[in-house]
């Protein structure tokens, strides 16, 4: 028995959903103190730089909350494993066209891997807060969200 009511990994889960919860807030938050950090990153093709930054500031702020209350982890930790998937374009723009962030700073190729094996560790943890494990297929976690709605 753990100070958080469960066994050391129902902890650690705790301790790292509290922990990514406060790094999406505080990322989303970003998004909207320093848009022009951001809006390099966008891919043209999307329009409007400044509408993408803001919309993913919000939903990186919601997912983060989601993340720390305790009733809504699962479907965070799945919302914020699609969040990472879908974000990743920005970065491989990033890389493929050595796009610089709005400070004039730019990853190297050594950085660039090391961004792409971090997203998918963090896909791979957001899974994990989930509650999905490979015994589990994506239909299980639906059930989890129907769940939840009701």
Request: glycine content about 12%.
């Amino acid at each position: 028995m753990t100070a958080f009511g469960g066994n050391i990994f129902g902890a650690l889960r705790t301790i790292c959903s509290i922990a990514g919860g406060i790094f999406f807030i505080n990322v989303g938050i970003m998004h909207f103190t320093d848009t022009s950090w951001f809006e390099p990153i966008v891919p043209p093709l999307l329009g409007s730089a400044t509408f993408w930054v803001l919309v993913s500031g919000v939903v990186e702020i919601i997912i983060g909350l989601g993340l720390i209350i305790p009733k809504t982890r699962d479907i965070s930790g799945f919302a914020s494993a699609i969040l990472l998937i879908i974000l990743y374009p920005a970065n491989l723009y990033m890389w493929i066209g050595d796009i610089e962030l709005g400070d004039g700073a730019s990853l190297s190729p050594t950085g660039h891997v090391l961004r792409l094996l971090f997203q998918i560790g963090g896909i791979m943890l957001s899974l994990w807060i989930a509650g999905w494990s490979r015994d589990k297929s994506i239909f299980d976690l639906t059930r989890q969200f129907i769940q939840f709605r009701k």
